[in-house]
Structure formats: structure tokens, C-alpha cells
């Protein structure tokens, strides 16, 4: 070969080989998430919002900080267990059962700064009782955060039954089915956020009744709220209120209940794939003897080793017996059980472990 084809081939090969990287790079780099984005949506960051080289103030690396570590899913299961162990007799609990999901969204109605919440209580997804927009404003003159609220008029579950999100994102703050609410101001307190209610008197609620300050507070792994009374301009007694409601951020798992298959084949059949939320999840099914039964999973507190403990469970719906349950570290990704006649399989919910799952070999 000639030296000058030579070295043309040469810069063609250097050339194709540039090409290819930068591609790879560009498929890793749109296929990547960013910094505090979910897996579900797709959120644009304040620092991509405004002009390059301009500094940030106070108020906006706190609202992005915030919108980074507030999404998600919350539940109070665990305080119930204390409100029981200090019940005195002829006490009624203090408290109800309280899910809350935290969904953040972005039109160009509400901002960067857009958080939707709906709660239930009681157990009972269909029975919504808090379903709101937050607007988040940074407010450079309070060094805070400022929270516009408005309220559905008509509440109605979105999250908790699987309906689409896609209504609730394309709202508008003067939509007919919203109501604006009491605005709040929300700062840093110590390792989270506190907002509080701006105007103690402030009667804006989605029932147009009442004059509260409602209270709320944020961490990386906790949300909790509190709803001040006030009559006449003054605060009620401690006796007369109610006191914060204290509930936990919580991970979804996809488990797989498996049972014995009495045909030729495969040792086990896995009759159900589940997601279940490690703060008091539960799973109803039958099992092939006609038994009800309940599966569960916690993130608790075990009295006798004094830690924290995660927990699977199997009870017996009507002798509300104990059958199975099996422990392992709060922060492990995986967990289950296997006595024989029952096999449970727990991965921390990604779509690989998802897909691990549909794909698991007899007997494996």
C-alpha cells in the first residue's frame, strides 16, 4: 500500500472511531436522568431555568434541594404502634391512619416549583382526605420559601388508584376545580424544612370553614404535619389539639408469591406478582386450601433486639395468627421466606429486578 493511502485510511479510521464514541456518549448522556429526576418523569431543574453565569439565591439552592429529596410515597404506620403501647384505659388513639404520595410536576402555569398531594386515611385508598397544589416560590425578601396552596374543590383519588397524572400536571392555578388555599412560608430547620401557615387567622380551606394553621415539615426520609386551632384569634389549648402526625417516606418492592405446583414441572408456581410498600403494605390473596390470608411488610421497631428491623409477614385472616414472617436490615433491597409450602421473593422495584423476576428459572 502506498504511504499516502495509507495515512488517508488512517484518518479515516481516527475519524469513524471519534464519530462512534461521541455517539455512545450522547445515547449514555440522553438516557441518563438527572441530579434529583425521577425514573417516571421528567423534571427540568431550576439551574437550567435561568441565565447562564447568574448566582443563585439563598431561597432558589434551597427549592432545588427540596425538590430533590421530597417526592415520594409516606405512611404513619409505625407511630400507630406507639399511640397503642401508651394508651391509657378509656383512651381513644390519637391518631389515624395517614398515606400521603408527593408527586412533583412542571407546566409553565406553576413553575419549576410545582408539588401535587394527595392523602388517605384509614387504609382505604379510595377515601381522599388532603388533595392539594403546592406552588413553591423562592422569596428572596423573606429568605424562605413561599408556598401558594390551592385545594381541589372536589376531592378525588389520582395516585392511589393508578389513574393517569397527566389532568393534574395541566392544570392552571385559576382552574374551576381549584380553590386557592392559605399561603404558607417554608425555611430550613436544621436538617430539613418547616412552613407554617403566613396568616394565623387565614379561613381560604377547600370547605371555606374554619380558621387553621396547618404546619408541615420535611426531611430526606420523613414528612410530618400538624394542624394548629385557633379560636378568635387565639390559640387553643394544648388538650384541644391534635398532636403532629409523624409519617415515613417508604420503597416499593416487587415480590413474587409462589406456591407448590402438584403437577409434573416446575417445583413452585408463582400465582401472583405484587408491589408492596415496605411501610405497611399488605396483600390479600386465598390460598389453594381456601384460607384468606394476608401478606405484609414493615420497616419497625423490634422491642427486644432495640433496632430497626424490616419484616415480611404471612397472617391468617381469620385466626389472625402469625404464620410466617422473616427479618433482615431496614435498608436491605431484598428479603423472603420459603417454609415449603409458600415462597416469597421481595426485590427493591427496578425495572432490572422487575425483569430478573419474569425471567427466574424452575426451581431457582
Same mark, same amino acid.
Given at each position: 500500500?502506498?504511504?499516502?493511502?495509507?495515512?488517508?485510511?488512517?484518518?479515516?479510521?481516527?475519524?469513524?472511531?471519534?464519530?462512534?464514541?461521541?455517539?455512545?456518549?450522547?445515547?449514555?448522556?440522553?438516557?441518563?436522568?438527572?441530579?434529583?429526576?425521577?425514573?417516571?418523569?421528567?423534571?427540568?431543574?431550576?439551574?437550567?431555568?435561568?441565565?447562564?453565569?447568574?448566582?443563585?439565591?439563598?431561597?432558589?439552592?434551597?427549592?432545588?434541594?427540596?425538590?430533590?429529596?421530597?417526592?415520594?410515597?409516606?405512611?404513619?404506620?409505625?407511630?400507630?404502634?406507639?399511640?397503642?403501647?401508651?394508651?391509657?384505659?378509656?383512651?381513644?388513639?390519637?391518631?389515624?391512619?395517614?398515606?400521603?404520595?408527593?408527586?412533583?410536576?412542571?407546566?409553565?402555569?406553576?413553575?419549576?416549583?410545582?408539588?401535587?398531594?394527595?392523602?388517605?386515611?384509614?387504609?382505604?385508598?379510595?377515601?381522599?382526605?388532603?388533595?392539594?397544589?403546592?406552588?413553591?416560590?423562592?422569596?428572596?425578601?423573606?429568605?424562605?420559601?413561599?408556598?401558594?396552596?390551592?385545594?381541589?374543590?372536589?376531592?378525588?383519588?389520582?395516585?392511589?388508584?393508578?389513574?393517569?397524572?397527566?389532568?393534574?400536571?395541566?392544570?392552571?392555578?385559576?382552574?374551576?376545580?381549584?380553590?386557592?388555599?392559605?399561603?404558607?412560608?417554608?425555611?430550613?430547620?436544621?436538617?430539613?424544612?418547616?412552613?407554617? @401557615? #403566613?396568616? &394565623?387567622?387565614?379561613?381560604?380551606?377547600? $370547605?371555606?370553614? +374554619? !380558621?387553621?394553621?396547618?404546619?408541615?415539615?420535611?426531611?430526606?426520609?420523613?414528612?410530618?404535619?400538624?394542624?394548629?386551632?385557633?379560636?378568635?384569634?387565639?390559640?387553643?389549648?394544648?388538650?384541644?389539639?391534635?398532636?403532629?402526625?409523624?409519617?415515613?417516606?417508604?420503597?416499593?418492592?416487587?415480590?413474587?408469591?409462589?406456591?407448590?405446583?402438584?403437577?409434573?414441572?416446575?417445583? @413452585? #408456581?408463582? &400465582?401472583?406478582?405484587?408491589?408492596?410498600? $415496605?411501610?405497611? +403494605? !399488605?396483600?390479600?390473596?386465598?390460598?389453594?386450601?381456601?384460607?384468606?390470608?394476608?401478606?405484609?411488610?414493615?420497616?419497625?421497631?423490634?422491642?427486644?433486639?432495640?433496632?430497626?428491623?424490616?419484616?415480611?409477614?404471612?397472617?391468617?385472616?381469620?385466626?389472625?395468627?402469625?404464620?410466617?414472617?422473616?427479618?433482615?436490615?431496614?435498608?436491605?433491597?431484598?428479603?423472603?421466606?420459603?417454609?415449603?409450602?409458600?415462597?416469597?421473593?421481595?426485590?427493591?422495584?427496578?425495572?432490572?429486578?422487575?425483569?430478573?423476576?419474569?425471567?427466574?428459572?424452575?426451581?431457582?
Amino acid at each position: 500500500m502506498k504511504p499516502v493511502r495509507k495515512i488517508a485510511l488512517t484518518f479515516f479510521l481516527m475519524g469513524f472511531l471519534v464519530c462512534q464514541g461521541q455517539q455512545k456518549e450522547e445515547k449514555v448522556n440522553a438516557s441518563s436522568p438527572e441530579m434529583g429526576q425521577s425514573s417516571k418523569t421528567k423534571i427540568k431543574r431550576l439551574t437550567a431555568t435561568v441565565e447562564p453565569n447568574r448566582k443563585f439565591s439563598y431561597p432558589e439552592r434551597e427549592l432545588e434541594y427540596l425538590m430533590q429529596i421530597w417526592e415520594g410515597e409516606y405512611d404513619n404506620v409505625e407511630q400507630l404502634d406507639f399511640d397503642k403501647i401508651q394508651l391509657k384505659e378509656g383512651e381513644v388513639a390519637k391518631h389515624d391512619r395517614v398515606h400521603t404520595s408527593v408527586r412533583q410536576f412542571q407546566n409553565s402555569n406553576f413553575g419549576v416549583g410545582a408539588v401535587y398531594i394527595e392523602e388517605y386515611r384509614n387504609d382505604d385508598p379510595t377515601a381522599t382526605t388532603r388533595q392539594c397544589i403546592y406552588q413553591l416560590l423562592p422569596d428572596d425578601k423573606e429568605k424562605a420559601i413561599r408556598v401558594k396552596v390551592f385545594h381541589f374543590k372536589k376531592r378525588a383519588p389520582v395516585l392511589a388508584v393508578d389513574k393517569p397524572f397527566g389532568e393534574i400536571a395541566a392544570l392552571k392555578p385559576n382552574a374551576k376545580n381549584l380553590v386557592e388555599g392559605c399561603e404558607l412560608l417554608l425555611r430550613r430547620n436544621g436538617n430539613g424544612f418547616l412552613a407554617k @401557615t #403566613v396568616d &394565623k387567622n387565614c379561613n381560604n380551606r377547600a $370547605d371555606g370553614t +374554619g !380558621s387553621i394553621d396547618y404546619q408541615f415539615s420535611i426531611t430526606e426520609n420523613t414528612f410530618r404535619f400538624q394542624e394548629i386551632k385557633y379560636r378568635s384569634g387565639q390559640r387553643l389549648a394544648d388538650e384541644n389539639q391534635v398532636s403532629a402526625y409523624e409519617l415515613e417516606k417508604a420503597r416499593c418492592f416487587s415480590c413474587m408469591l409462589d406456591f407448590p405446583n402438584d403437577t409434573n414441572g416446575r417445583p @413452585t #408456581v408463582t &400465582k401472583y406478582y405484587i408491589d408492596i410498600l $415496605d411501610q405497611g +403494605g !399488605s396483600f390479600n390473596f386465598t390460598y389453594p386450601d381456601g384460607r384468606n390470608m394476608t401478606f405484609g411488610m414493615r420497616n419497625t421497631w423490634s422491642f427486644g433486639m432495640h433496632r430497626e428491623t424490616f419484616v415480611i409477614y404471612l397472617v391468617d385472616d381469620v385466626t389472625m395468627k402469625t404464620l410466617i414472617y422473616s427479618w433482615g436490615n431496614p435498608g436491605a433491597d431484598r428479603i423472603g421466606f420459603n417454609p415449603g409450602w409458600i415462597r416469597a421473593q421481595c426485590d427493591l422495584k427496578t425495572p432490572r429486578n422487575v425483569k430478573l423476576q419474569k425471567e427466574l428459572r424452575p426451581g431457582s
